[in-house]
């Protein structure tokens, strides 16, 4: 089990903020980002985030947007979409979609569709 795994989100959340917010990006944008992959409203992404939820449970316990299959890239020299283990995947998803918005992408094509 890779040490990720029982890392609580709220750990490494504040260094996505970070890295978004000096690109010039805002934390609403970043929860937007998180909030699309797994599915969940503000409160639930808040709740995760004050009871130290792990990133396994994190996942588990969220559901996945079908349109995360449309996520590839690479992270740190790895292809998103060639990571075997689902969880280490999902956790890549996450990691590439803040690359992506830190980079100035477009919101509509971090999030692999029209905005709402």
């Not at 909030?35 to 996945?64: K, N």
């Not at 890239?73 to 283990?85: H, M, P, R, T, W």
Request: charged share 30%; proline share 6%; with cysteine.
């Amino acid at each position: 089990m890779h040490r990720i795994f029982t890392t609580p989100v709220a750990s490494v959340y504040p260094a996505y903020v970070n890295k978004v917010e000096r690109k010039g990006r805002t934390v609403e944008e970043l929860n937007e980002v998180i909030r699309w992959l797994v599915q969940i409203d503000q409160p639930t992404l808040e709740a995760f985030l004050a009871d130290e939820t792990t990133f396994a449970d994190f996942f588990d316990e969220t559901a996945l947007n079908p349109h995360a299959e449309l996520i590839t890239g690479s992270v740190c020299g790895v292809k998103v979409q060639e990571v075997e283990d689902p969880l280490m995947r999902r956790i890549r998803y996450l990691d590439k979609l803040v690359d992506e918005l830190a980079k100035g992408r477009p919101m509509e094509k971090v999030l692999r569709g029209p905005v709402a």
